[in-house]
């Protein structure tokens, strides 16, 4: 007799999957009779599409099929159609207009998808509904990890590598080819700045960013009363907005719903990233009007009501589940300024690896771009706390910032550097619950660089206290000193001692050049090593010797093995001979015997000096 392999929840876990495999089977193949045939498109044939082009009331188009188009990629097939009606003889293909569903003999043949740009003529692409269908995956609720919202898809340091996920677009593909419809990406509380500060990556993405209208509420504020309603306001040809930030700053993706089953749904016919499962909002939309371009025109929409959750994105199409609520952040973004006051701001931020650091970043340079100036001498001192679920110790950043030009941007960018290195590792079961950024503005250049080092004497015995003072030099005169005192162990070897006093970049290299995400073994172990970075507000004194000293920068980094035996440093120095250890060994050449944190208040320290003693009987 079989017996499941697994315990008793498990197997019913199995069941209650094969069961929704069952049900799929079934209703693709009902829905099938409701589909028209890939096999009888040919020339000539005629249809209609449905779609919005002013608020929320769905209009039809005419469309004439020209020919099909086959392996446009790997086993994909495009039917080629020419568009008419409504508007769309001034504005040709509109972007928003992706998953626009068009309909032959009453039955449902695919979705509106890809254009030409600077087209003269409303010539589309359509995507097979069956395409779209067999190209989504939905995980069974039973086999899901509600508290694992990571899906392992790319890890690029977004916005700094987006050309690593970089899709075909309209705006960056030659006229005479056939590319997606590119995707608009409405940006409502942001600078226009802002906005441009990120538009050629955004349009490497197959994005058009432009600026956006919202009701400034976040979508957890927007739920409909119950999934029944979401379901019935949306049918085919509504307009929907996928949203990665809501509230007093809104990001959102707009497109049009191709098919609905049951409370699956179908959109835009394409990728948003096609990063596969995902776990994104939407909700739904209307327009607000449109705006011919020669290029691309497209639909300026504003998010409703909230609808659903994206679960799927795929090459071919978006698919999410009606009334499914998905998990987003709580994000606050406080700046208080002396000269413009006090500003706050509160949001609902995605909880995604590739999507929340681009997403942060770019809110964080819109708050300080909309309240703060962006050009001329300027610090920043930054307060950042990130919460998470499971016990997870919280990440805590403290820093400051100095400069002359762009600094918002270089902020937001080294902002979001710790919680990007914390993704980077993968870990499932690390979901964020509190997001917080606290900037305090000072209209100056409030920088320091470390001018010289002294020790209160060149020779020390073992035992002895020795005073090691810096002198900090900054503009307009400004300079003072700190001091810290090292006591010098009793039995200390006799020789040279070395002092070296640095800013927190210089340190934080020398520590943590060898360590990267993989290195710990766990995310509570990940967000200690990450919190021990160093802030630039203050200046540091290293002790340390010339001698070998071998420092484990994986689980355990900055634990050092000092002068071990000559047949033991051979071997740790040996890089072959890490394929022994799970843990990285880096070579250095100093061990460090103490160090000073010397805070210099609402100033950045920069440059560095080193001074020798000498440890004597």
Not at 330 to 355: A, C, K, N, W
């Amino acid at each position: 007799m079989f017996q499941w392999p697994h315990s008793g929840r498990r197997a019913h876990s199995v069941c209650r999957a094969l069961a929704a495999a069952l049900c799929v089977a079934v209703g693709a193949a009902a829905a099938s009779e409701n589909f028209f045939p890939l096999e009888k498109v040919h020339p000539g044939l005629r249809g209609v599409g449905r779609t919005v082009f002013q608020g929320s009331r769905i209009e039809q188009f005419q469309v004439q099929i020209l020919g099909v188009l086959k392996n446009v990629a790997p086993k994909q097939t495009i039917i080629l159609a020419r568009l008419s009606g409504g508007p769309l003889a001034e504005t040709g293909v509109l972007q928003g207009m992706s998953g626009s569903p068009v309909y032959i003999d009453g039955k449902l043949l695919g979705a509106v998808a890809l254009g030409f740009p600077f087209s003269k003529e409303p010539i589309a692409g359509i995507r097979p509904i069956q395409a779209m269908i067999s190209g989504a995956h939905f995980t069974p609720p039973a086999l899901a990890h509600p508290s694992s919202p990571w899906k392992f898809h790319t890890t690029a340091h977004f916005p700094l590598s987006l050309h690593s996920v970089a899709s075909t677009s309209l705006l960056s593909a030659p006229s005479s080819d056939l590319a997606e419809i590119l995707t608009p990406l409405a940006f409502s509380g942001f600078t226009s700045g802002a906005i441009q500060a990120f538009a050629s990556h955004l349009q490497g993405l197959g994005f058009s960013p432009q600026q956006g209208v919202s009701d400034a509420r976040p979508t957890s504020q927007r739920d409909s009363s119950a999934s029944g309603a979401a379901l019935g306001s949306l049918v085919p040809g509504a307009m929907i907005s996928v949203e990665l930030l809501s509230g007093d700053m809104t990001i959102a993706a707009e497109g049009t719903v191709t098919y609905i089953d049951g409370k699956r749904i179908y959109a835009f016919g394409h990728q948003f990233l096609n990063q596969g499962s995902t776990d994104l909002p939407f909700a739904r939309a209307h327009v607000v009007t449109l705006l011919p371009l020669l290029s691309s025109s497209f639909k300026i929409a504003a998010p409703g009501k909230w609808a659903g959750t994206i679960v799927s994105d795929r090459s071919t199409a978006i698919a999410g589940e009606i009334g499914l609520h998905g998990h987003t952040v709580p994000l606050t973004i406080s700046i208080r300024s002396r000269q413009t006051g006090s500003h706050e701001y509160h949001m609902q931020s995605v909880d995604d690896r590739f999507l929340t650091p681009f997403v942060l970043q770019s809110a964080l340079y819109a708050a300080l771009d909309a309240s703060e100036r962006t050009v001329g001498a300027q610090t920043l001192r930054l307060r950042e706390r990130i919460d998470f679920d499971d016990n997870l110790p919280p990440l805590i950043v403290r820093d400051i910032f100095a400069g002359a030009n762009g600094l918002a941007q270089q902020a937001a960018a080294r902002a979001m550097a710790p919680l990007q290195f914390i993704l980077d590792a993968g870990f499932q079961h690390l979901r964020m619950k509190d997001i917080s950024f606290t900037f305090e503005p000072i209209e100056a250049k409030r920088e320091l660089r470390i001018a010289q080092v002294w020790a209160s004497r060149r020779d020390v015995r073992p035992g002895e206290p020795i005073q090691i003072t810096m002198l900090l030099e900054g503009d307009n005169g400004v300079s003072f000193t700190r001091t810290a005192t090292y006591h010098v162990p009793v039995g200390a070897p006799l020789g040279p001692l070395y002092i070296t006093a640095s800013d927190a970049d210089l340190l934080n290299f020398a520590e943590f050049a060898g360590v990267s995400p993989g290195s710990a073994r766990s995310p509570a172990q990940l967000i200690r090593l990450v919190n021990r970075f160093r802030g630039s507000g203050a200046a540091y004194v290293r002790v340390w010797r010339r001698e070998p000293a071998f420092s484990v920068s994986g689980a355990i980094p900055g634990r050092e093995l000092t002068d071990p035996p000559p047949s033991v440093a051979l071997v740790l120095a040996d890089p072959s001979a890490s394929a022994a250890s799970s843990a990285t060994l880096a070579f250095s050449h100093g061990s460090s015997l103490a160090e000073f944190t010397l805070p210099a208040g609402a100033y950045a320290i920069s440059g560095s000096h080193t001074i020798e003693v000498n440890v004597s009987e």
